[in-house]
């Protein structure tokens, strides 16, 4: 166990400054003058051995403690003769994924605590799906309109390990966990690659008063100087950490394992950079760092995502977990394309139904998804005649305009509705999903 020491001062003037050290010509001072880190006080603290080849891309394995819920699912299994598969393939560095206990009941897991906890049952509530829990303290749910199936809390990390490993078949969370946690052997697929919530980026963040570190380059250079320092880098993602910063060129570094609040260790003088999520960027900001040029290792968004191995499986079990994400995948798509539109219906008067198609016709934004439906309108005595009604779905960026055009070829009473949903012909995020899988892999 190497040791970490060092006290950081908390004002802005003093946050430490990676100290220059004999021999480093490349890194100039910051122009506040802030002290150089001081001599480090014995405090020991999880940390790596300086950068070494690059990592394996797995992490550990996990101990598997089965479940009452689980042992519930096995007794199903056994009964019913099949399970779901976990995968075949364990991402290099684990054991073999035997001796667990066999299920037939769908997984999915999603996060359970925080603002993307919210997002994601906020998301499978809109879609129809919603989750529901007996008792907030439990850890695992149903879900509404798919009965026998598990909704699993875990926490983000864990979600993407056990989709790995396949102990859970679909998981919902971000691009920069799979990317980190996921194996690089694929047997983690992305069915769904951006659900619209959680968006942020991997990025590297340095403190502000180093002024003469704007870049990657930049930085690489103070990493590399002769005689510098390891530079210490704090992250959650040390896989990400040391395949970037060694595809950067850099070499004198050491990555520095946290769990969380990354952006006080510079302060705190336990690091010298971090590597974190950013968002607004305010909780960097406010820390006194800074992100760099060239400095992002990823750009993410929440995903869908699920266990190749099941989803790919042969057999009754699979058949149910790749018609479940098959729905999910249509019923969100048709949700988040429906959040975009707008319903527009309006009357407008013609001498024929081919009159008032020609008019709106005309106008860019009348034309409708495959073009605007028209239909007579029978006033209440019958008299009037010429008066039809017009109904299209146009996106809410571009309504008001719509709105106006519709008035300029004589639209009136105009109504706009919400779309819940926008269901196309055939799912392409489906279709895709499928030739990902392989040939043979049909619903
Ligand atoms: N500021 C942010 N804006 C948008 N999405 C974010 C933000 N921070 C994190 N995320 C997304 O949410 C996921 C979970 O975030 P976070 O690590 O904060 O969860 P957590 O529940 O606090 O995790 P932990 O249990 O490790 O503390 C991240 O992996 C990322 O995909
Ligand atoms: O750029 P911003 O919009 O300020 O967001 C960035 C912050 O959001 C995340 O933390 P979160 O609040 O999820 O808590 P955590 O520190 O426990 O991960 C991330 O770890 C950053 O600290």
Redesign the pocket.
Known sequence: MAFITGVGALMAASTPLRPACVGRSSFAPSPLKAPARPARTQRPLMREAPVTPPAATADPPEPVVPTPAAAAAATAAASAGAAIPHSSAAPSGDPPLSGRTPRTNIRIAIPSK???SAATTSLLRDVGMDVQMLNPRQYVASLRNAPGVEVWLQRPPDIVRKVRDGDVDLGFVGYDLVSEHGGGDGQVVIAHEDLGYGG?RLSIGVPMAWAHVSSVAELAAVVNAPGAAALRVAT?FPVRTREFFQAAGMVNYEVVKMD????ASTQMGTADVIV???????????NLLKEIDGGTLVTSAFQMVGNRASLAATGAPADALRSLCRELLERIDAHLMGKEQCNVIANIRGSSMNDVARRLGAQTDLCGMDGPTINSVVPPRGTETGMYAIGLVVPKDSVYRAIKQLRSVGGSGVCVLPVTYVFEQESKRWNALLQELGSGVVE
């Not at 969380?260 to 952006?263: D, I, K, P, T, V």
């Not at 974190?276 to 406010?286: I, N, P, Q, Y």
Request: hydrophobic letters at 35%.
């Open positions: 925080g603002g993307m942020c959650k969380g609040a990354l952006e974190d999520l950013v968002s607004s960027g305010v909780t960097l900001r406010e």
